[in-house]
């Protein structure tokens, strides 16, 4: 009796260990979405819609470059150093994120030397966007670190932090009123909070141990930076794809809608913060459950985006303009695609997050790349039928193939893993 008492309180226990990290995933993610919501409507309000699209340009780029170091530095953190020892996860942190630091800066001397070239808006966007990659990739690989470690407090403060600085920036950017000078604003202030991460951690990166651990590493390394560039370099080739055939301003009605579901996106990126973690310990504890836990996950996404967009579907256009100004009235109209793109890639998220904690990234990197083709054939192909809305309802049905793939393959995966042995946790 006293056997089994024990069992339903460690039970209990570890139910209640991961609400408490899911929760803090949410209200990091709550805090980060929240600045860039706040970003993107005060740019939308404050320079109208052809900045608007010069900003979301630099925006996307942003996205590719933050997708290439989570796969070199993070997600094989996240991957291999979920619940080590203290010790193995802090040599881990120190070379992960001195490895997010090469990536910014590198890419950044390229946005640097390309600005100019480029020329005008776009190219003193680029520009800006070089000076700054080196601190939001930073700041992004200690949020990781810490929910590796399962403190996701520290992720919070850290995103609290950075929200903090970017009001006085936001000031002096508006004054100045270019889109260079809100990405500058944008980027300054994540810089204040990676260098706040330092101190939270007490960990200096090492970039010297950038090479190190991309040798230890590259087995996930390749595969899951081929992976995260075509998440986010799809995404930039439907923006320029659209912003050839439509037009500028299309992309910003595009980032319009997708502002508006910022509040949803918001718990849907924060939970993929600790779900790669989560799923690696369900794993390792209980692996015939990772399948219920993957299923519960991504249905969970989907039903909550659904209901978020029937949401959006009754807000007044008075309140709307008040939101994103002229952009509203494009906008809105692509609520009901966007919603159920967003809804069929929160579905696929959940397989996802199972595939990463298998260490299947032969499989997830297929998955990926199929995503991928069919966003960009989706996005532009949209496009050139029916413009905007056109690419909207493309990329929504792209999204819904792309999930039924990554369910697919977890289902395989998963038959697979119950006749090997549970893989142990490694600290290289």
Not at 187 to 214: K, T
Not at 391 to 419: I, M, T
Request: with cysteine; aromatic share 8%; charged share 10%.
């Amino acid at each position: 009796m006293s056997t089994e008492k024990e069992t339903t309180t460690a039970a209990r226990s570890a139910r209640r260990a991961v609400a408490g990290r899911l929760s803090w995933g949410l209200a990091d993610q709550a805090a980060s979405s929240l600045s860039n919501f706040a970003v993107g409507v005060y740019v939308a309000r404050s320079l109208g819609l052809t900045a608007f699209g010069v900003f979301s340009l630099a925006w996307v780029t942003y996205g590719v470059v933050l997708n290439v170091s989570r796969g070199l530095a993070t997600d094989p953190l996240v991957v291999r150093f979920s619940g080590v020892p203290e010790a193995s996860w802090r040599q881990a942190v120190a070379r992960s994120s001195g490895t997010a630091l090469w990536v910014g800066a590198g890419i950044g001397t390229v946005c640097l030397v390309a600005g100019p070239a480029i020329g005008g808006q776009v190219g003193a966007a680029f520009a800006g966007l070089g000076l700054v990659l080196p601190g939001l990739l930073l700041q992004d690989a200690w949020r990781y670190a810490f929910f590796a470690a399962g403190t996701g407090r520290k992720a919070f403060v850290n995103d609290v932090v950075w929200g903090v600085a970017l009001v006085p920036a936001m000031v002096v950017a508006a004054q100045v009123g270019t889109v260079t000078a809100f990405l500058l604003a944008w980027g300054g202030s994540a810089a204040v909070a990676a260098g706040y991460g330092c101190l939270q951690s007490g960990i200096r990166p090492r970039p010297a141990g950038a090479r190190e651990w991309h040798r230890d590493h590259r087995d996930l390394g390749h595969r899951y930076l081929v992976e995260n560039v075509g998440v986010s370099g799809s995404s930039q080739l439907r923006a320029y794809g659209l912003g050839a055939i439509v037009g500028v301003g299309a992309v910003g009605v595009i980032r319009g809608a997708e502002l508006l579901l910022g509040p949803f996106l918001a718990v849907l990126m924060g939970l993929s913060l600790v779900t790669v973690a989560e799923a690696a310990r369900v794993l390792r504890q209980a692996p015939r459950r990772l399948g219920t836990f993957c299923l519960l996950l991504g249905g969970g996404q989907a039903v909550g985006a659904l209901l978020w967009g029937a949401a959006l579907l009754l807000v007044p256009d008075r309140l709307g303009e008040f939101v994103l100004g002229d952009v509203w009235p494009a906008a809105s109209e692509l609520i009901v695609p966007v919603t159920l793109g967003v809804a069929g890639a929160g579905l696929g998220t959940g397989a996802a997050a199972g595939l990463r904690a298998l260490a299947a990234a032969r499989r997830s990197l297929r998955c990926q790349m199929f995503a991928s083709a069919c966003y960009v054939v989706g996005g532009i192909g949209g496009a050139v039928v029916a413009g905007t809305i056109g690419s909207a309802w493309g990329v929504a049905a792209a999204a819904a193939c792309g999930s039924a793939v990554w369910w697919l393959q977890l289902r395989s995966a998963l038959r697979e893993h119950h006749h090997l042995p549970i893989p142990e946790a490694s600290a290289k």
